[in-house]
Every structure is written in C-alpha cells, then in structure tokens.
C-alpha cells in the first residue's frame, strides 16, 4: 500500500536563489523516499503554488496527506496560514484527508548545522573570545521570537562561546544594528552574525547588509558573517522525521504560549481569531490586493 504523500510547504520568497534552493530540496526528499510520493509547495510568492502541488499528487494517486510546514518556528505561518491552506485543498479534493506536522525548530540537528556554519568562519580555539549573534526573522507573534531566543541558549550552552545574543531582521527588536551594539556594549571584541535561515533569500541578504554596515562604522571590532544553513542532510531527516510524527499523530507542539488560545499582554485581540489561507498569485481562487489575516490586514515583502 502506498503511504501517504510527503507535502513540504514552504512560505515563499521573491528571491529566486532561495525559491529554487527549496525545489531542489524537495527532490532531494524524492530521492531519500523512493517509495513515498513527495511533494512541495509555496503558500504565497513563489512558484509552485500549494494547490499544483497538491493537484499534482492528487492526480498521481494520492489521497492521504502529511503535510510538513518548513519553518523555522511556530509564528502566524505555521499557526493559521498553512493550516487553513491545507483545509482548502482538503475542500477542493473530496475525498482527501490531511495530517499535519509540526514546525522544525528547536532541534538539536538544527543545533548542529548552525555550529557548523559557525566553524566555516571562525577557528574553534577562538570560540572563548567570541560573541554570537543569532539573527532570526522576526514576528508580531512574542512565542515565536520566544523561540529564537531559546536557540540562542542551546547554542551558547556547552560550546564555549563568550555568548550568544539574539536580533531579528523584521518585525521585531532588537534589529541587527542594535544586536550588533549590545554585544560591543557588553565587550565583544569578534563577533559572528549567524542567520537562522533555512536559505536564502531577500531577509537573510538585508541580514549581511545591515551587518556589513554596522561593521564598517566599528572597524576596531572583527565582525564575521556566517552562511545560512542550506539543504543539509541533517534538514532532510529533520523533515522526514516530522513527516512520520504527523503519520502517528504524535505532533506535540508546545500551545501554553500561543497568541491564539492564550490571552498574552498586548496581544489579547489574537486569542480565537479567524484564520484563513494566503492568496497564492498562481492559485486559481487568488483575488489581488492584501490579503486578511484575522483582524489584521497585511501584504508582504520576502
């Protein structure tokens, strides 16, 4: 019996480095999976949509889902977007069911990759008198910042960095710049700005930029700029591992501080609001203009 098919979702990117970079990662999971059917799809902003994906396994055979969101951590994408995406397609082919993953981070394999990209730039007898700055992508959602912080822990934990300090590149404080002055404040002399970032793409390009800058006005402190993780094998068992968590419904995410159960300050509008998909411009049902999420009315810029 063919077991259910592997859906990658993906958010999107005006980047093309980075939207090819995920294409090739999902046939790369083909390749580890011969025996599954595997498929992948963007949310919005990038070719394919979700729905020709889906249609495409559809077509194949296909009536089970295990659908992996591949984000980094449990923000508004990962919440509301991908799943009310996934109730669509359930929706346009009756007859389908869908299980649903849980986002990739933390993990230690992520740990893994990040103090690889780490070693690419700096010599480990050097780890003592170096400061980290991990720079996530930044969300209106205080769990998901939430999480990139707690990286930041587990990466400075046993490694035997001076420390690892945390900024986002949107949406949240502090920005790059003022990571990049609270770990000069604090003494660095090196600093690493490590992306976490699956690939590239427009974010993690302002990323080195803004460092670049910062660097430039500070140049009695060496500040390296680390890589983003990429299509690494520890990513591939990463995804599969979640994909075999949705098939035997052992999904435990974490609910205690999400933004739409839990009344957080500053955020109490949140708890129950709707959630609906995002408007792929290739999907067939894509009317133009911002798209709604819940009560707040958006468009974006990746």
């Given amino acids: 019996m063919t077991p259910p098919a592997l859906l990658?979702?993906?958010?999107?990117?005006r980047d093309d480095e980075g939207a090819e970079a995920f294409r090739a990662f999902v046939a790369g999971l083909r390749?580890?999976?011969?025996?599954?059917p595997v498929g992948g799809g963007f949310i919005?902003?990038?070719?394919?949509?979700?729905a020709d994906a889906v249609s495409e396994l559809v077509a194949a055979g296909a009536t089970r889902f295990a659908a992996v969101p591949l984000v980094l951590v449990s923000a508004g994408h990962a919440k509301?977007?991908?799943?009310?995406?996934?109730?669509?397609?359930?929706?346009?082919?009756?007859g389908t069911s869908f299980g649903y993953g849980r986002p990739l981070g933390p993990h230690p394999a992520l740990l893994t990759v990040l103090e690889r990209r780490l070693d690419e730039v700096l010599p480990r007898e050097d780890r003592a008198d170096t400061t980290v700055l991990l720079v996530g992508r930044g969300s209106t959602d205080p769990d998901a910042n939430a999480e990139?912080?707690?990286?930041?822990?587990?990466?400075?934990?046993?490694?035997?960095?001076?420390?690892v300090e945390t900024a986002f590149v949107s949406l949240a404080a502090p920005d790059v710049p003022a990571g990049l002055e609270r770990c000069r404040l604090l003494g660095a002399r090196r600093i690493v700005v490590l992306p976490y970032f699956l690939f590239a793409g427009i974010l993690p390009t302002r990323v080195e930029q803004q460092a670049a800058a910062w660097a430039a006005d500070h140049p009695d402190l060496d500040v390296r700029q680390a890589g983003v993780m990429g299509a690494t094998d520890e990513l591939?068992?990463?995804?599969?591992?979640?994909?075999?968590?949705?098939?035997?419904?052992?999904?435990?995410?974490?609910?205690?501080t999400c933004v739409y159960r839990i009344a957080m300050p500053g955020f109490e509008d949140r708890v129950g609001a709707e959630q609906r998909p995002h408007h792929h411009p290739d999907d067939p049902a894509h009317t133009h203009g911002p798209h709604s999420h819940g009560p707040h009315t958006h468009t974006h810029a990746h």
């Fill in 8 to 13: 990658v979702v993906g958010h999107g990117t």
């Fill in 31 to 36: 390749d580890r999976l011969p025996d599954t």
């Fill in 44 to 50: 919005e902003l990038s070719p394919p949509p979700l």
């Fill in 80 to 94: 509301g977007d991908i799943p009310a995406a996934l109730v669509r397609e359930r929706e346009r082919h009756p």
């Fill in 148 to 163: 990139v912080a707690k990286v930041a822990r587990l990466l400075w934990e046993g490694r035997g960095l001076a420390g």
């Fill in 236 to 256: 591939a068992e990463l995804v599969v591992e979640r994909y075999r968590e949705a098939l035997a419904g052992d999904v435990r995410m974490n609910c205690d």
